[in-house]
T-cell receptor, first 109, second 114 residues
């Protein structure tokens, strides 16, 4: 079966760096997405990786290793507004998105 | 910019009743989707539409139906609601029928079936 694994919850300190991991087993691979979802709100797009390596976008970076079935989202200079759930999703060979359950990130002052 | 509008925002429904969740987008995206989000689970696709006039079943289609009469609207109907359909429902769209593009989500409709 297809599976996306990510930690249920993480805690970090304001101003610090946090890495959220995502591992996947899917039927084929056509890209990996990260979305941010604040409590009670809609998910919003953060990043898309289809090739191995690191994609940097401001304070957020996303890394992909297709051979390892692994990605991480790196958040730097954490702010209180970064408290949210972070969703990892993989597009399989049928171009269907398979979603992880999300990682709830708690930022403490 | 409105993007995607869902209605109602929340609803309490008696089991056995029917309900239609409305979804309208103003981005002229070809593809639209309905997901449900439950605690501890990833988003699960209910139905999708790659273009106006066509629809397809997702991972959890049973008990739900959709229509796509035009580009902008994609309503989701529960013909006879059951308590297991209590969930938060998100409508989304993308500008690629292949789902290779970014998804834009509505604000969600919280449905409680008693």
């Amino acid at each position: 079966g297809q599976n996306i694994d990510q930690p249920t919850e993480m805690t970090a300190t304001e101003g610090a760096i946090v890495q959220i991991n995502c591992t996947y087993q899917t039927s084929g691979f056509n890209g990996l997405f990260w979305y941010q979802q604040h409590a009670g709100e809609a998910p919003t797009f953060l990043s898309y990786n289809v090739l191995d390596g690191l994609e940097e976008k401001g304070r957020f970076s996303s890394f992909l290793s297709r051979s390892k079935g692994y990605s991480y989202l790196l958040l730097k200079e954490l702010q209180m507004k970064d408290s949210a759930s972070y969703l990892c999703a993989v597009m399989d060979s049928n171009y269907q998105l398979i979603w992880g359950a999300g990682t709830k990130l708690i930022i403490k002052p | 910019t409105a993007g995607i509008t869902q209605a109602p925002t929340s609803q309490i429904l008696a089991a056995g009743r029917s309900m239609t969740l409305r979804c309208t987008q103003d981005m002229r995206h070809n593809a639209m989707y309905w997901y449900r989000q439950d605690l501890g689970l990833g988003l699960r696709l209910i139905h999708y539409s790659n273009t106006a006039g066509t629809t397809g079943k997702g991972e959890v289609p049973d008990g739900y139906s959709v229509s796509r009469a035009n580009t902008d609207d994609f309503p989701l109907t529960l013909a006879s609601a059951v308590p297991s359909q209590t969930s938060v429902y998100f409508c989304a769209s993308s500008d690629s029928g292949q789902n290779t593009g970014e998804l834009f989500f509505g604000e969600g409709s919280r449905l409680t079936v008693l």
